[in-house]
């Protein structure tokens, strides 16, 4: 599903108006941002957990000149999801 389609979806099952709806799924998803920035982590009870993960610098190579170089170190935002969303895929 696309942010476009979760638009349309919402809209259409509150019956607003999609620049409305727009709007409000841009907040949350702002406001997720902040809070996984701030405290590291943003848990939704049933859906899962989205947290700061760091991925250690690693060997690799540019896949334009095929020469060796070592990627740097990165933080990175993981997803985890609750036992409750698992049991449903």
Do not use: Q
């Amino acid at each position: 599903m696309t942010k476009v389609e979760l638009i349309e979806t919402v809209a259409r099952a509150t019956r607003l108006e999609k620049k409305t709806v727009a709007r409000a799924i841009e907040l949350t998803f702002d406001h997720i941002a902040r809070a996984i920035r701030k405290d590291k982590r943003f848990w939704v009870p049933g859906f899962g957990t989205f947290s700061v993960r760091r991925r250690r610098a690693r060997p690799g190579y540019n896949p334009r000149t095929r020469s060796p170089m070592t990627i740097p170190a990165a933080r990175t935002v993981g997803f985890r999801p609750a036992p409750k969303l698992k049991k449903g895929l």
